[in-house]
Nanobody
């Protein structure tokens, strides 16, 4: 199973970030999915996750309602939108897939609960 992120790059300050993650080698409907990030001066942190079913999201409190996660099981794609971008949001964003055979509506927010990781995509603020 592999994960490939896209959509990083330069984002206008105050603008929105849109990231996509494609899962290959299996079907995404087996996996809870998540987005983590590593920003300057901090360790890797959860941004958002979504249950295997795609119906139950989790958002880190620090996102303050700015994040939106979605999971398209038919197209094996997970997406993250983060609005109101600031310099504190700049960093590397990672897509991660959780464990199979978990309750379909459970959510997870710890790195060790997601054994499959993408390589990450760099996000830089401009303007």
């Amino acid at each position: 199973v592999q994960l490939v992120e896209s959509g990083g790059g330069f984002v206008q300050s105050g603008g929105s970030l849109s990231l996509s993650c494609v899962l290959t080698g299996d079907t995404m409907n087996k996996y809870p999915m998540a987005w983590f990030r590593q920003v300057a001066g901090k360790g890797r942190e959860i941004v958002s996750s979504v249950s295997q079913s795609g119906r139950i999201p989790f958002y880190a409190d620090s996102m303050n309602g700015r994040a939106f996660i979605s999971k398209d099981n038919q197209n094996n794609t997970a997406r993250l939108q983060l609005n109101g971008m600031t310099s504190e949001d700049a960093g590397v964003y990672y897509c991660a897939a959780g464990m199979v055979n978990v309750p379909p509506h459970s959510t997870y927010d710890r790195g060790y609960e997601f054994p499959i990781w993408g390589q990450g995509t760099q996000v830089t603020l401009s303007g």
